[in-house]
């Protein structure tokens, strides 16, 4: 029996997060990560689980009635979410470094346009898509023609859910085999820096 790719050893632990988000659906509910710290599993759950309660500040954050005071609130809010993302995807392609470290590219080896862990977080977001799409082919206040609608996005989401395990356990192969040359390039995002971003080391415009 051959073992499971690594993206249907994610896809699960994505589908986990998610699930035990929604018990509460609330995005102040604590994160109870039932995998060991240090493990690969443990960054694929709390990663969805990062995307799943920003996804939710997104929707908060729309609300027309929301106070503008909330609004700041939330942009502060989902500004840390994005950096603590980052810094975790790069934990994550750590992770797929230190896996092929060994591993001598051929000659004619590639680069690939993004490195593994940003695929895989396109991967985890696309559950996420995946659940609410589901979601509002379940609802009993909605139109029938909003529910076929939606069932046809639902089938395009989870024909793109196939195409893109398949491309990171292609990729993820290719890089084991020499095929692909696997080179991560950190974000260096300038906006959260205090030493690069003017408005916080005080430059005057």
Known sequence: MSQPTFTQHACPIFGQAIADYH????????????YAQGTIEA?????????TV????????????????????????????????????ETIDS????????VKPLPEATINTESPAWAVDRLSILALKIYHM??????????????EQCGKKLAVLLEQQTDLSTAIDQLL??????????KVYRQMKMYNDPSTNPSLYGKSY
């Open 23 to 34: 018990v509460h659906d609330n995005v102040d509910a604590p994160l109870h990560n039932p």
């Open 43 to 51: 960054d694929l759950y709390r990663k969805c689980w990062i995307d």
């Open 54 to 89: 920003q996804w939710h500040l997104e929707d908060i954050i729309r609300d027309p009635d929301i106070e503008p005071a909330q609004v700041v609130v939330l942009k502060r809010r989902i500004d840390r979410s994005n950096q603590e993302r980052t810094d975790l995807v």
């Open 95 to 102: 992770y797929f470094y230190t896996r092929f470290h060994d």
């Open 134 to 147: 589901r979601e509002q082919t379940q609802r009993t206040d909605a139109d029938a023609a909003h529910i």
């Open 173 to 182: 192969a290719d890089i084991e085999a020499g095929r692909k040359w696997m």
